[in-house]
Structure formats: C-alpha cells, structure tokens
C-alpha cells in the first residue's frame, strides 16, 4: 500500500545525501 523505496532504504543516497552523508562523513 505504502512503499517508498526510494529514500527508504538507501536514506543517505537519496535526498538527504547532502546532508547525511557530508554531515555523518
């Protein structure tokens, strides 16, 4: 019903992949 596999599993190479991976890096 609900599936977003978009930034659902990958989250830090999907939108926030500015944010998460240059912030957890």
Do not use: L
């Amino acid at each position: 019903a609900y599936q977003v596999p978009t930034y659902s599993i990958p989250p830090a190479q999907s939108f926030p992949a500015d944010t998460d991976t240059n912030n957890t890096t």
